[in-house]
């Protein structure tokens, strides 16, 4: 059977409208905003680690700051060193909305906005007893300073690294009419051999997963596939 042109055009704009009534129900639907916790979440002393006393990563600018302050509800920055002396620094931000219109702050711009040269950029994985975290590496280089990056995205259960991983996530719990919450989690080093900064990220990782219970464990990383 044949429908008239006007009838299939009539019926694509019906749709169209309720494909956009059905978005701005979604976008007015919102995670009350809440903090989860992370100082009680990420213990001070772990593995082998502890926390550096008055030392903490880079700050962003002072724009960034505000701008971190209207994405984020809860942020955790600390600087661990272990008993081999080697430090890491450890950055966290929690937002409770994840929608099209609040997202993660990626290192790659943050350092980028702080006149950091960012390169290296790769994907790869953290091993773990748990399971395996995708994880997204980088290197902000500025003059006396190169510091290899290691970092995650949760959006609701999953993990995620690229921006387009991102947004099928997003996408695929507005079909639910859910939004869900996200967070960041971000290793570095200052060091000038990135294989083995890399190497102390993933050992990092696993002393605190292996101090956490298998619900922080969520919090932090979603649910994690098997190591292969």
């Not at 079909?175 to 570095?188: A, C, K, M, N, Y």
């Not at 292996?210 to 919090?219: M, N, V």
Request: hydrophobic share 40%; proline share 5%.
């Amino acid at each position: 059977m044949k429908y008239p042109i006007r009838n299939i055009i009539l019926l694509v704009f019906m749709m169209t409208i309720a494909v956009g009534v059905f978005a701005m129900r979604l976008t007015a639907v919102s995670n009350e905003q809440k903090a989860i916790g992370l100082e009680k979440i990420v213990p001070r002393n772990f593995g082998g680690w502890s926390v550096l006393e008055g030392v903490i990563p880079i700050l962003p600018a002072p724009e960034q700051v505000e701008l971190i302050n209207k994405i984020y509800d809860e942020t955790l920055t600390r600087t661990y060193v272990n008993d081999r002396g080697e430090t890491v620094m450890l950055s966290i931000a929690y937002g409770g909305e994840q929608s099209g219109r609040l997202k993660v702050h990626r290192p790659e711009s943050c350092y980028s906005g702080q006149g950091f040269v960012v390169s290296k950029v790769s994907e790869g994985k953290v091993d773990t007893d748990f399971g395996a975290v995708p994880v997204k590496r980088l290197v902000a280089k500025a003059p006396g300073r190169n510091e290899p990056i290691t970092y995650w995205i949760r959006v609701g259960n999953s993990t995620v690294t690229g921006v387009v991983g991102q947004r099928l996530t997003q996408f695929a719990y507005s079909l639910t009419g859910e939004i869900p919450d996200g967070l960041i989690f971000r290793i570095s080093s200052i060091s000038d051999d990135e294989k083995a900064a890399y190497s102390l990220h993933e050992k990092f990782a696993n002393a605190l997963f292996a101090s956490l219970t298998a619900e922080d464990r969520l919090t932090l990383a979603g649910k994690l596939p098997a190591v292969r």
